[in-house]
């Protein structure tokens, strides 16, 4: 319907060129100050996150596969997917204890094992980029690697969180990082598991996605 | 009235003998307020961050033309189609053809008030096509027939028995079950077979960014991803006026929006979304179309001061805070948009013959005036309305349909006795003499009466009062 498209763009630009719309300045001081300090940020996100029912977990460099391993069988996952050709994919792989739960390859695309994924899968891990102090956030990039229902078809979703990749807001990770000048197919902040409160008001957790968000901070 | 379907002052009286949804109502709205103002305590950050939003909205309108295109250049450099219609008869005309093309039989859809004016659920079932809503709230009122209550939480009209009922009624699976953990848990097997089955996925937008064509949603619950990821077909749906210049402008907007309608300070999901599938890719939809809807809103852009309605964030905070909302309930506007922004909005799209009450029911306490997070002038709007209803002019559709011979008269009536002083002398003394035995259910008096006292009129007039204490008149 392109003449949809030439009559409404005509009609927009004559009203606006006989009225132009008065403006005033955009400014982003009130975002560029919200700062706090390395440590105050931590933990900050950690107690934002915590009161929509985020777990933490603390692990290391070494031992985070481990404590992934060990948190999950605890859990009482069986099946974990995770995507084999990240960084995180690769420790996962090679530091995987026998006997815990299984790990499930992300190596394929989702269409030939949809079922699988809705119903089989108990957890998901995926990375992050980091988490924003300001309102608790995690921030996912997914990629060709790690796909995008890594963090949302599992029940559970790990996120990996580097302590030191901590910002002060959304604005500041977008306009540090020059997001403007290439986005993802898919960006993405998640701030807690899925939640509704749809009926009266009443809290409920884990309605389409995870019932469990864990995140484990790599120090 | 031309409109005997569309009746606000009756569905209003109904809606206020009702207790059950008054109480779900005052309940709900005195905890939104609260939790709203929590977010909003440091007063400084509230007055700089709606200043920034109310600029990044501002300067969108002000080249709105210039980023629609730009919009359009970048989504479509980024695989994104892009369809504009002028009616929700051409925007449903157009998601028909693509859902016809794929063959598709069951559409999952995303919380969209865009969806709701186009009334794309009937017009799909029409042609043979299942349209599920997947945000909880939309899929209990689904499930009930019923329309939104709330632009945000379209069940907020409706308590925990009253769904536990429909759920028992409808869903065939469903035990009686008032816990709203199991609730939830039945809606999510429900729904999840339908995300994995689905055909396509319908969305609403929340801000289009032009800067880089990236549509941005938020939400809680993950539907929202649900349908634009997990099937293999996205369709979005948006009102011509939701595009932002730059990326930079999203967390203002994003902010100023969460906190403002369910005191977040930011919903659980963020969800950007640049482009379909790209080769090699895992997941994510092959196919996603941009369906941008004027619907009346190039109109509304054509008058200076209208235009401001295009402003809104669609937050709901107006409704929660309107002392008619908060008594009447979303039902009794019978339209998408209930509350302030629904008494400015809809009547410039359906038009002051069909819409003319609505301006009306507003008592210009100036509440949502105060707590709109993009500054709108909405109580003059409203004022601006109740004038094109009885001044035939090109401005707004059906402008001076609710022009009546005698209102006119009684105000220039009044305008004769408030002109001249003899007249005025005159009008009192007769009214303070036997005003009071005017008895309440004289025809004009009545309306009145009906659920106010009626006023007493003083014995003497103050201009009498005045004179006693030695005052002269001018
Ligand atoms: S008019 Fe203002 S307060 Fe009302 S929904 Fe729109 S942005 Fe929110």
Redesign the pocket.
């Known amino acids: 319907m392109s003449d949809a498209r030439s009559s409404i763009l005509a009609s927009l630009r004559a009203s606006r060129d006989a009225h132009p719309v008065e403006t005033v300045a955009s400014d982003f001081t009130v975002l560029r100050e919200k700062r706090w300090g390395p440590a105050e940020r931590l933990e900050r996100v950690k107690r934002m996150m915590e009161a929509v029912h985020t777990e933490f977990v603390d692990a290391t460099e070494q031992d985070w596969p481990a404590v992934v391993q060990a948190f999950l069988k605890d859990a009482g996952a069986k099946t974990v997917l995770y995507a084999p050709a990240t960084e995180a994919g690769a420790r996962l792989e090679s530091s995987w204890a026998d006997g815990g739960p299984e790990l499930v390859r992300y190596d394929r695309p989702v269409d030939e094992f949809k079922e699988e994924m809705f119903t089989g899968i108990d957890a998901g891990i995926t990375q992050t980029l980091g988490a924003i102090a300001d309102t608790g956030s995690l921030v996912l990039w997914p990629s060709a690697d790690e796909p995008r229902l890594l963090s949302l078809v599992p029940h559970i979703h790990i996120a990996l969180l580097k302590a030191d990749a901590l910002y002060d807001t959304f604005w500041q990770v977008m306009t540090e990082n020059r997001w403007a000048e290439g986005m993802p197919t898919n960006a993405l902040l998640i701030s807690g598991p899925s939640k509704t409160a749809d009926i009266e008001q009443t809290l409920a957790y884990g309605v389409h996605g995870p019932k469990r968000l864990i995140v484990v901070v790599i120090r | 009235m031309a409109h005997a379907e569309i009746d606000f002052g009756k569905a209003s009286r109904a809606a206020l003998q009702d207790p059950q949804l008054r109480a779900n109502f005052r309940r709900a709205m005195d905890g939104l307020m609260s939790k709203r103002a929590a977010q909003f305590a440091d007063s400084a950050e509230w007055h700089s961050m709606r200043a920034l939003g109310a600029s990044v909205r501002l300067r969108a309108l002000s080249k709105l033309p210039e980023l629609l295109e730009k919009l359009e250049e970048n989504c479509t450099r980024n695989g994104i189609t892009v369809h504009w219609a002028s009616t929700t008869d051409e925007a449903n005309a157009i998601v028909l053809e693509i859902m016809l093309r794929v063959n598709a039989k069951l559409a999952v859809k995303g919380k969209s008030m865009v969806s709701e004016e186009m009334h794309l659920n009937a017009f799909l079932e029409k042609h043979g096509i299942e349209a599920i809503e997947a945000d909880l709230g939309e899929y209990i009122i689904q499930l009930d027939h019923e329309m939104p209550s709330h632009i945000i939480m379209p069940a907020i009209h409706k308590n925990t028995k009253q769904i536990a009922q429909l759920f028992r009624d409808k869903i065939k699976e469903a035990e009686y079950t008032e816990d709203v953990d199991q609730l939830t848990g039945l809606a999510r097997r429900v729904l999840r077979k339908k995300f994995m089955n689905a055909d396509v996925g319908i969305s609403g937008v929340n801000a289009a960014v032009a800067e880089t064509g990236t549509l941005c949603l938020v939400e809680n619950e993950g539907n929202g991803r649900m349908v634009t990821t997990v099937p293999p077909v996205h369709i979005a749906v948006m009102g011509l006026e939701k595009v932002v210049e730059k990326l930079e402008d999203v967390p203002p907007v994003l902010s100023l929006l969460t906190r403002?309608a369910t005191a977040q300070p930011i919903t659980t999901y963020v969800n950007m979304i640049t482009s379909p599938r790209k080769d090699g890719e895992k997941d994510g939809p092959r196919e996603i179309h941009l369906v941008i809807l004027d619907n009346g809103r190039s109109k509304i852009y054509a008058d200076e001061e209208l235009r401001h309605t295009l402003r809104?964030?669609?937050?709901?905070?107006?409704m929660n805070h309107c002392p008619v909302y908060t008594r009447v309930g979303g039902h009794a506007y019978q339209a998408p948009y209930p509350g302030?922004?629904g008494k400015i909005l809809v009547p410039q799209m359906e038009g002051l013959d069909k819409r003319g009450a609505m301006p009306h029911a507003c008592t210009m306490c100036n509440a949502?005036v105060e707590?709109?997070?993009?500054q709108?002038p909405?109580a003059g709007l409203m004022n601006r309305l109740r004038e094109e209803a009885v001044h035939p002019g090109p401005a707004v559709k059906d402008a001076g349909a609710q022009a009546s011979k005698a209102e006119a008269l009684v105000w220039k009536g009044w305008a004769a006795t408030f002109s001249s002083p003899t007249a005025y002398r005159m009008a009192t003394t007769v009214l303070s003499a036997v005003g009071n035995a005017a008895p309440a259910s004289l025809p004009l008096l009545k309306e009145w009466t009906s659920v106010r006292a009626k006023p007493r009129f003083a014995g003497r007039t103050l201009h009498d009062l005045a004179r006693d204490r030695g005052i002269p008149d001018v």
């Open positions: 403002s809104c964030i669609r937050c709901g905070a107006c302030p922004i949502c707590i709109c997070p993009v709108i909405i």
